[in-house]
C-alpha cells in the first residue's frame, strides 16, 4: 500500500495494513516518546498515532483536514501512521524492488526500494517503525494513561 509525506511515497507491505480512515483529532499521551503524536479512539479500541513527519525527518505541519490514518497491525500492535494521502495499492513488475542492501548496508527500517516510472517508493518494514526503547515508552505511557482514567 502506498502513501505520500508531502511529494515522497512510501510504502508497506499490504499484509500488514487494515485499512485506511479519514484523519481525526488525537489525544496526546503524556510521557509518550517524541514519534508517538497521541491516541485515537477506533471503535472502541485505543490505538497510538504515529507522527511519520518526526520519524521519516520530514517538514513538521499539523494534521489537516484531508489526511488519513493507515491502520497496521505489527506482531507488538495496532498503530495509526499519519500521512497525507493514501494512493492505494500498486502492482509492481519483476526485479522493479531493489533490496536495501544493494542501495546502503544497513537500511534496516527499509525492506526496498521501487523504481516506478514516476519515481521512487521506499518501502519500510512496519516492525521496526518503533524502536525497543520507543516501544517499551510508549507501553508505560499508556499504563499511566489508562490508570489515570480508571481512578
Do not use: C
Request: net charge negative; hydrophobic share 45%.
Amino acid at each position: 500500500m502506498v502513501f505520500r509525506l508531502d511529494e515522497q511515497r512510501y510504502a508497506l507491505p499490504l499484509a500488514a495494513v487494515e485499512r485506511v480512515v479519514r484523519a481525526v483529532a488525537v489525544t496526546p499521551v503524556p510521557k509518550a516518546p517524541a514519534i508517538v503524536l497521541g491516541v485515537i479512539d477506533l471503535q472502541g479500541r485505543i490505538i497510538p498515532v504515529l507522527h511519520l513527519r518526526r520519524k521519516f525527518q520530514r517538514p513538521e505541519r499539523p494534521i489537516q483536514l484531508d489526511d488519513q490514518f493507515v491502520i497496521v497491525r505489527t506482531w507488538q500492535r495496532t498503530v495509526a501512521l499519519a500521512v497525507d494521502q493514501s494512493e492505494g495499492v500498486i502492482e509492481r513488475r519483476d526485479g522493479a524492488i531493489v533490496k536495501p542492501g544493494e542501495i546502503v548496508p544497513g537500511l534496516t527500517h527499509l525492506t526496498g526500494v521501487l523504481q516506478l516510472d514516476d519515481g521512487l517508493v521506499l518501502i519500510h518494514d512496519v516492525e521496526r517503525f518503533l524502536s525497543l526503547d520507543e516501544s517499551q515508552a510508549l507501553d508505560d505511557a499508556l499504563h499511566q494513561r489508562e490508570a489515570a482514567h480508571a481512578r
